[in-house]
DNA sequence: GTCTATAGACCGATAGAC
DNA sequence: GTCTATCGGTCTATAGAC
């Protein structure tokens, strides 16, 4: 009964080998390969399912282990829920970052543009679905890391502008990129092509050369 | 819910023998009362937990009745979660075929983006991710109704174009509309102006006057 | 239509051997 | 770090009384 078939499980890929996720002021969240072995299967299986509708015995398939194993790594499925979903963080934060360092403003926000497309782009497939998820943004609510990083794309999208035009315009955008890439509309288009295209609406959306 | 429900997908084409009207193109998405509570409350479930994090009993709870009283109206919970699903597609098609009735394209896509505005911010705190979640998402892959009033929304937006900037238009549009409402960028404007600016934008976005 | 009661499976989580 | 084994709770779904 229960986890019966626990040891007969197939053994799938092991993906990204990259542990870590550090960052200048949100504090260090590195993870030991393990852990990252876990966030990485989540994130896929959120996506596909729902966080709550993601089990950690399923979480546990997918990486070739039992539940045990994983409950070694995080001590409850909360803790896996936040880890994955402040790994999909760091990603965007680092997006940001980078755009932050550009000399200009139009460079930055230029930057940006890119970034974020390349961001939604590449898992059009996967992820991306997860900072949607009811759960997620319940735990993001609250969270400061999170309405920092938020605060920094607005501030590089649309100036310093406080007012309710700025402000919704930066929110289409954001939710354009990243619900376009998954809209039936654009299954039938390549990475490339979508990238592209997104890329140039995003910057005519901005009234910027493109 | 698992993986072990084979049984209600098949049979989706089987439904209501129901009491009234069916619509024009579409289909009799017509339920009794108890039916339209149901419906109503899981909705508003699982836009704030999810399909996967909402139980029957969670539903059963909100509308005050037993378990028992609400699998006397739906044979399974997958049958509730099409149901839902179609319920907010119907809204949707409402939205289409009245943007469809204008006299004139552009009349039609002006109606057309005031129409979906209006169905974004009305349900910007409660439903709307409802479409978004990756159970109802799976449940439209396949669904020919979710279909075909996708493809007469993007023919209202862009016309008979096949373009890829065309298609990748309408997906941003229609993602940039229905996410922005909900982006923490926006959580302090009232209604009235989220939906001025949304549909400003909107109508600038497709180069039209506005 | 609604209830109580229950079946059987799965869930999150823990204990302890290797 | 991974396993087996298990606990108590919740889940979907059904049976049958009122």
Redesign the interface.
């Known amino acids: 009964m229960g986890e019966g078939s626990e040891a007969a499980r197939a053994r799938v890929a092991a993906v990204s080998p990259a542990p870590v996720a550090a960052d200048a002021d949100g504090g260090p969240v590195v993870h030991r390969a393990a852990q990252a072995r876990i966030i990485a299967a989540a994130l896929g299986l959120f996506?596909?399912?729902?966080?709550?509708?993601?089990s950690l015995g399923m979480i546990a398939d997918e990486i070739g282990v039992t539940k045990a194993a994983v409950y070694h790594q995080f001590k409850t499925k909360d803790e896996i829920v936040l880890a994955a979903a402040e790994a999909e963080l760091a990603r965007l934060r680092a997006v940001v970052d980078e755009a932050e360092a550009q000399p200009t403003r139009k460079r930055a926000r230029d930057a940006l543009i890119t970034g974020i497309v390349a961001l939604a782009v590449e898992s059009r497939h996967s992820m991306g679905?997860v900072l949607?998820?009811?759960?997620i943004?319940g735990f993001f609510?609250d969270h400061r890391e999170f309405?920092h990083t938020?605060d920094r794309m607005?501030r590089l999208l649309v100036g310093d502008a406080t007012t309710?035009?700025a402000?919704?315009?930066?929110?289409?955008?954001?939710?354009?990129?990243?619900?376009?890439v998954?809209?039936?509309?654009?299954a039938g288009?390549d990475d490339a092509?979508?990238r592209a295209?997104?890329e140039?609406?995003?910057r005519?959306?901005l009234r910027l050369p493109g």
Not at 47 to 54: N, S
Not at 167 to 180: H, K, T, W
Not at 182 to 186: A, D, L
């Open positions: 996506a596909r399912h729902g966080v709550g509708g993601t679905v949607r998820d009811p759960v943004v609510t309405q938020m607005c309710h035009e402000r919704v315009s930066a929110a289409m955008l954001i939710a354009a990129i990243s619900g376009a998954m809209h039936p509309f654009v288009l092509t979508l295209q997104l140039q609406l995003a005519r959306f």
